[in-house]
């Protein structure tokens, strides 16, 4: 089992651009959450998604959206990108309430110029 | 409105000394408490949850309702215990988790 795989690893976009971050959940879960997090920071939630439905969201700006595709992967649009989306980006799948624990991905590295 | 609370961004320790990692929460329901760990070039992985009352690599935790906290303990740290330990709660309908910012545990040899 691959577990969570994120791609790409690292990124580099341009101010104003728009970018899209892929991941793919460990097998038998159901459930991708997003995270932000920036250098010296824990990971902040960005929106989670369940039965392709986004379910809880955190406190994130309407240029950050996503998908979930009846496979489970996930996807997370970021638009109009500002030097301040610079972070890493983490996926953690999980089954359901994700009491057992989350799996994270490596994550992306998005820097933008 | 969920947060957690790791007061410490860097702690040092020696060899076989005990360790105390602290982790405050604020949260009006019941929450889920959990320790993740970062080593060195490797992924944020599950270290721990509260409701299991385990032991991991020599780890406990204990929820203290009262004084909403999650201490993480271990009472000989090795050296490879060095890394990034993030304290998370789990709250709210659909699971939505809040990191604290992270404490780095230092081993001195």
Redesign the interface.
């Known amino acids: 089992d691959a577990g969570v795989t994120q791609s790409p690893t690292h990124l580099i976009k341009t101010r104003g651009q728009q970018v899209t971050l892929r991941c793919s959940p460990k097998s038998g879960h159901d459930?991708v959450?997003w995270?932000q997090q920036a250098l010296g920071?824990?990971?902040?939630?960005i929106f989670?998604y369940?039965e392709e439905e986004e379910?809880?969201r955190?406190n994130f700006p309407d240029r950050f959206s996503g998908h979930q595709f009846p496979n489970y992967s996930s996807e997370l649009n970021v638009n109009a990108l500002l030097l301040g989306d610079s972070a890493l980006y983490?996926c953690?799948s999980?089954h359901?309430?994700?009491?057992?624990?989350?799996?994270?991905?490596?994550?992306t590295r998005l820097t933008v110029v | 409105a969920q947060r957690v609370t790791q007061p410490e961004k860097l702690l040092s320790v020696f060899k076989g000394a005990p360790v105390e990692l602290k982790c405050n929460y604020s949260y009006s329901g019941s929450p889920e408490l959990f320790w993740y760990v970062q080593y060195s070039r490797q992924r944020l992985q599950l270290l721990l949850r509260h409701i299991s009352r385990e032991s991991i690599k020599g780890f406990t935790a204990d929820l203290n309702k009262g004084e909403t906290s999650f201490h993480l303990k271990k009472p000989f740290a090795q050296e490879e215990d060095s890394a990034m330990y993030y304290c998370a709660l789990i709250g709210g309908g659909y699971q939505k988790v809040t990191f604290g910012i992270g404490t780095k545990l230092q081993v001195i040899p």
Do not use: V
């Not at chain 1, 920071?41 to 939630?45: A, I, L």
């Not at chain 1, 359901?96 to 994550?107: A, E, V």
């Open positions: 459930t959450s995270y920071q824990g990971p902040q939630f989670q369940y379910r809880q955190g983490l953690a999980s359901r309430r994700g009491t057992d624990g989350y799996t994270f991905g490596s994550g």
